[in-house]
């Protein structure tokens, strides 16, 4: 295979790890902006959406379209359940304080999953088979165009949402100024509770259709939180247009440095991606920088 068609391999192949990237990205960016929290349980609420399926599908013999229904209903529903029970009772809680809340909320989920559901990896069937399909000089398989067409309705719906509906304003008010919000009759405390449950569906959705290319067991999470995280910090945790091209960058570099390279240094990029772009631009690559008047 000559070099122009490996690359043109590891584009296809790295556009569609970067749309999960970027799924999971705008998940964090929902949390962090109603809230101010960086939600490090967000991985594992992807790992619950795959493991939940594997649960409805091969235990209960659910249909698959019933089984990743009920998934995201689980995760969603589990993703409230932490927010009501570990970030809504805290009084005026430190940064530091609710960081260490969402990692040890994702240390328990994760053991609890280990225990209930075993240390083994499962693997989801293909939506519509596993047959490649010829793109130009590059293979492409129906789950791929999947991840592309699902990412591209949740981000799609997402966008409209938080622009013409009126819960999806009153969240962007919380965003921008959470007193504010609350002075003029917001309920901040239901737009948290709403940001969590956008965020949990998010999480599980990306975990359903990565599922069947890279499987999933109770520790796949943690990689891909962290590397969601990424996505949303070279967005400028926006979530909008700037976490969605963080994501497919993400998946991009990633994919071409462990074809052209070394495999092994797949996931090394991503945090070099991420410190580099906290050391020489934290506000991210999409983002303007902003100005604090005096």
């Avoid at 584009?11 to 705008?26: E, N, P, R």
Wanted: with cysteine; charged share 10%; proline share 3%.
């Amino acid at each position: 295979m000559e070099l122009s068609d490996q690359i043109a391999q590891y584009l296809v192949s790295g556009l569609s790890t970067g749309a999960i990237y970027a799924l999971i990205g705008i998940g964090f960016a929902i949390i962090y902006n109603s809230t101010e929290i960086i939600n490090f349980a967000q991985g594992e609420l992807v790992m619950l959406g795959g493991m939940f399926t594997i649960f409805y599908l091969n235990t209960l013999h659910l249909p698959l379209p019933l089984a990743i229904l009920l998934a995201v209903a689980s995760t969603t529903a589990a993703g409230l359940i932490f927010e009501r029970l570990t970030i809504r009772p805290l009084k005026s809680p430190t940064p530091l304080a609710l960081i260490i809340i969402t990692i040890g909320g994702s240390i328990l989920i994760r053991g609890i999953t280990m225990m209930i559901g075993g240390k083994d990896t499962h693997a989801l069937p293909a939506f519509s088979g596993s047959e490649p399909i010829l793109i130009g000089s590059a293979t492409i398989l129906p789950q791929h165009l999947w991840i592309f067409a699902l990412t591209a309705v949740a981000i799609t719906l997402n966008k409209l949402f938080f622009q013409y509906t009126i819960t999806g304003k009153a969240m962007r008010a919380c965003a921008v100024n959470r007193r504010a919000a609350g002075l003029v009759g917001i309920d901040v405390k239901k737009m948290v509770f709403f940001s969590f449950a956008i965020s949990s569906s998010l999480g599980a959705l990306a975990g359903i259709i990565v599922a069947p290319l890279t499987m999933t067991s109770y520790d796949v999470g943690i990689m891909l939180g962290l590397k969601g995280f990424c996505a949303a910090i070279i967005g400028g945790l926006s979530g909008g247009v700037g976490t969605v091209l963080g994501g497919l960058l993400l998946g991009v570099l990633e994919s071409l440095g462990a074809g052209l390279i070394s495999s092994g240094y797949k996931d090394a990029i991503a945090f070099i991606i991420l410190l580099l772009i906290l050391f020489l631009r934290p506000q991210g690559l999409f983002t303007k920088a902003q100005t604090e008047r005096v």
